[in-house]
Nanobody
Framework: QVQLVESGGDMVQPGGSLTLSCVAS????????MSWVRQAPGKGPEWIAT????????VIDLSVRGRFTVSRDNSKNTMSMQMNNLRPEDTALYYC??????????????WGQGTQVTVSS
């Protein structure tokens, strides 16, 4: 059974930083692309980033590029996202999801439960 558990969400002031983590189980983590998706209140889901299994590279959406970075540790079945210089518009529920953009944006079968990030002064 696929399980994805996010943690690390919090309330921070603008300009602050957070690190989100996702621990995966129930599948061979090292062989799957993994993504972060966020959803703000009243809005649809927004893809943020994908960490590719084969290359180890990650792709970050333009809206957060330069502020967010993604990493993964296959030995610990964990993916992390470092978020710097947070802005109020980054406020959302952040989900870890198995797959790349087309996989995670077409179905929510393999999403975690989400972790809340609130950026407010």
């Amino acid at each position: 059974q696929v399980q994805l558990v996010e943690s690390g969400g919090d309330m921070v002031q603008p300009g602050g930083s957070l690190t989100l983590s996702c621990v995966a189980s129930g599948f061979t983590f090292s062989t799957y692309d993994m993504s972060w998706v966020r959803q703000a209140p009243g809005k649809g889901p927004e893809w943020i980033a994908t960490s590719y299994a084969n290359s180890g590279r990650s792709v970050i959406d333009l809206s957060v590029r330069g502020r967010f970075t993604v990493s993964r540790d296959n030995s610990k079945n964990t993916m992390s996202m470092q978020m710097n210089n947070l802005r109020p518009e980054d406020t959302a529920l952040y989900y870890c999801a198995r797959g790349e953009y087309k996989d995670v944006m077409s179905r929510r079968d393999y999403w975690g439960q989400g972790t809340q990030v609130t950026v407010s002064s």
